[in-house]
């Protein structure tokens, strides 16, 4: 019998437009050669230009989901992106504190592409108190990073994001990968933080266009890369390559926004084939 290929267990939510969301994650695993074990944590009404609607499972389901898998199969990294309540927040926490050997990747989203709100400020401080201190990396985007570290007194548009990073990181998490695609500037900066300061960062040609999906695309990636055995720095750079590629080959399936063509390696291999001929 072949070996497995490496395990990802992923709590986020059901997207149907198929752009974000779990489907994300699935797809981009698998294309980057992992199992995915999908524990659905909300149901979403949403299309490629924005959300309607959300509702949060019960915890009790979102747990048994990810009991039953973690029971039978290993799992090599645990990926968490929209959660969908406080209680959902501290389910998922008490399953992964009873593996606390498995990396784990935290993407907090906290907003969609259009703003639509996914999380309360009770979300957001629970998820500080709960899940940084057992992640292994956590993926904001910029605005997202300014919102998470901003304290009572804070202006947060006014944080800078070095900034953001340190406050991150003293709330217990180990990395920090703050991405700049939200910010005003003609290329986009992706900075990795750890305690000893800036790890790398990393410049990208800015893409025309917006797209869904592409917070979860680049945290599945990372947690891909880890469960592939490359170490944090390594595979944050592999895992933004990776992403990268994928928006540079999105497409417009809808009214809204761009998709990442996740396999597009494949289409490139098919491509050139038909050349050959």
């Known amino acids: 019998m072949p070996q497995p290929p490496p395990i990802v267990l992923s709590f986020s939510a059901n997207d149907p437009s ?35 609607d959300v509702m949060a499972l019960d915890p009790g389901w979102v747990v048994d989901q990810a009991r039953a898998v973690l029971e039978d199969m290993p799992v090599h990294v645990f990926k968490i992106g929209m959660l969908g309540s406080v209680e959902i927040i ?37 998820m500080r108190e709960l899940l940084f201190p057992q992640a292994t990396i956590i993926t904001p985007n910029s605005i997202e990073a300014r919102r998470l570290a901003q304290d009572d007194e804070d202006d947060s548009n006014a944080l800078d994001l070095d900034q953001c990073g340190v406050r991150l990181l003293h709330m217990g998490c180990e990395y920090v990968l703050i991405t700049g695609t939200h910010e005003n ?77 996740r396999l597009f390696w494949a289409r490139d291999e098919h491509d050139s084939e038909e050349e050959d001929k």
């Not at 797809?27 to 979403?44: K, Q």
């Not at 008490?94 to 309360?120: C, H, I, K, Q, T």
């Open 18 to 52: 198929g752009g974000a969301g779990i489907q994300a994650d699935i797809l981009t695993l698998a294309s980057m050669g992992c199992h995915c074990l999908p524990v659905i944590t909300a149901i979403t009404v949403q299309d490629t230009a924005g959300v309607d």
């Open 90 to 126: 501290a389910a998922i926490a008490e399953v992964v504190s009873d593996y606390p050997d498995v990396p784990m990747v935290l993407d907090p989203v906290l907003n969609s592409g259009r703003g639509d709100e996914f999380a309360s400020e009770d979300m957001v401080s629970v």
């Open 185 to 261: 500037s003609p290329q986009v900066t992706n900075t990795l933080y750890a305690a000893t300061g800036i790890v790398r960062s990393d410049v990208w040609q800015r893409l025309a266009g917006s797209y869904h999906g592409s917070g979860c695309t680049l945290a599945s990636a990372i947690a891909a890369t880890l469960a592939n055995g490359l170490p944090v720095p390594e595979g944050v750079y592999e895992a933004q390559e990776y992403t990268w590629q994928s928006l540079k080959a999105g497409f417009r399936p809808g009214m809204g926004q761009y998709l990442p063509d």
